[in-house]
């Protein structure tokens, strides 16, 4: 624990237009990897627009580690279809929990990170505060696919012990 800063809840909201990869449909879930950590979310069937609605929660020990979400179509028989990956670069974020902000109305926004080669965003995403935390909601487009995009958002949480981001 002595290397932890911090918390990352990453709340997995909804895939869009995913691709299809059995005969009329997918069955989708997320795997969301970093630093040797693995989570996952529950499968959702017959859709190519899921709405997971799953928290899951990652140790970070490293800011410049990105964390890394991969779509899969579950298969019984077979092994499952990846239907994309995407990247999350959490150090714009952490900028934004750096400046100590502190009493702003709920629905401020802090910055504004835009889409770029460097980044798997589909659009601009805000960091904003919300009821005395900071939120990043980002549409990310699958990468190595032929469509899809899944919606998540990040908040950062401070366990006691932690030697946090500041």
């Known amino acids: 624990m002595e290397n932890l800063l911090g918390l990352l809840r990453l709340r997995v909201r909804r895939g869009i237009n995913l691709a299809i990869r ?4 997918s069955d989708p879930y997320v795997v969301v990897t970093m630093a040797g950590q693995k989570l996952k979310t529950r499968v959702i069937n017959d859709t190519c627009n899921p709405e997971w ?13 990105p964390i890394n979400l991969a779509v899969y179509d579950s298969d019984t028989f077979t092994t499952d279809d990846k239907l994309g990956e995407a990247e ?5 974020y952490v900028e934004c929990l750096r400046m100590g902000l502190e ?9 504004r990170v835009q889409p770029s080669r460097t980044n798997c965003l589909s659009d601009e995403s805000c960091c904003v505060w919300d009821n005395g935390r900071i939120l990043q909601d980002m549409f990310l487009r699958l990468r190595n696919v032929e469509c899809g995009e899944i919606e998540v958002q990040i908040e950062w949480i401070s366990p006691p012990g932690c030697k946090g981001v500041f």
């Open 103 to 111: 009493n702003l109305p709920t629905g401020t926004v802090i910055t």
């Open 53 to 65: 609605n799953d928290e899951l929660t990652l140790s970070i020990s490293d800011i410049n580690v």
């Open 88 to 92: 999350i670069d959490i150090r714009p």
């Open 22 to 25: 059995d005969t009329r449909s």
